[in-house]
T-cell receptor, first 115, second 117 residues
Framework: KQEVTQIPAALSVPEGENLVLNCSFTDSAIYNLQWFRQDPGKGLTSLLLIQSSQREQTSGRLNASLDKSSGRSTLYIAASQPGDSATYLCAVRPGFSGGYNKLIFGAGTRLAVHP | DVKVTQSSRYLVKRTGEKVFLECVQD?????MFWYRQDPGLGLRLIYFSYDVKMKEKGDIPEGYSVSREKKERFSLILESASTNQTSMYLC????????????????FGPGTRLTVT
């Protein structure tokens, strides 16, 4: 059974730091991996989606990498800002798709960026 | 832009009540999903639907049912609400994906925070 783990559960950093959020998954047979952002009490906003054949995706100050064979993904945030404060969720889409496009989520990393 | 809307942001119901949570998407997506989110547990899939009147159980379907009479609308039903169903409920939609095609992103609604007292 696929399990997704995110470490750390919470992170507090000063503004301007570069930081890395980690996501690991137990079954390397995935179609893709998606990173989301969630603001308190709100829904999820998709940040980046990496297909299983890709190594990384970039959007602005965000860069996500995927190492499928080792079951790991990282989300790199450059020059962090207070507006980056949110919970970041990682989700994988199983490769066998009895799946119908289902996602399996990690519990998230809660990020606080201080001015 | 894809838009997924949920009928209520906050809902307070009493134990034993029948509760309906509504979700509507405007992008003609085939797939729709209901998740619940609890602290420390992340999002867990309750039910999903891949076509009108078609549904599949997710990981935690007990105590819930769903209805999809129209493509754009997916309803989650709590037949007899209980306090352990107090949670944040999130709806999502996506295009369909077959085994030989790329999977598409899921788009989420703003969530409904349900409190059962």
């Amino acid at each position: 059974k696929q399990e997704v783990t995110q470490i750390p559960a919470a992170l507090s950093v000063p503004e301007g730091e570069n930081l890395v959020l980690n996501c690991s998954f137990t079954d390397s047979a995935i179609y893709n991996l998606q990173w989301f952002r969630q603001d308190p009490g709100k829904g999820l906003t998709s940040l980046l989606l990496i297909q299983s054949s890709q190594r990384e995706q970039t959007s602005g100050r965000l860069n996500a990498s995927l190492d499928k064979s080792s079951g790991r993904s990282t989300l790199y945030i450059a020059a962090s800002q207070p507006g980056d404060s949110a919970t970041y969720l990682c989700a994988v889409r199983p490769g066998f798709s009895g799946g119908y496009n289902k996602l399996i989520f990690g519990a998230g990393t809660r990020l606080a960026v201080h001015p | 832009d894809v838009k997924v809307t949920q009928s209520s942001r906050y809902l307070v119901k009493r134990t034993g009540e029948k509760v309906f949570l509504e979700c509507v998407q405007d992008m003609d997506h085939e797939n729709m999903f209901w998740y619940r989110q609890d602290p420390g547990l992340g999002l867990r899939l309750i039910y999903f639907s891949y076509d009108v009147k078609m549904k599949e159980k997710g990981d935690i379907p007990e105590g819930y049912s769903v209805s999809r009479e129209k493509k754009e609308r997916f309803s989650l039903i709590l037949e007899s609400a209980s306090t352990n169903q107090t949670s944040m409920y999130l709806c999502a939609s996506s295009l369909s994906a077959g085994a030989t095609t790329l999977s598409y992103e899921q788009y989420f609604g703003p969530g409904t925070r349900l409190t059962v007292t």
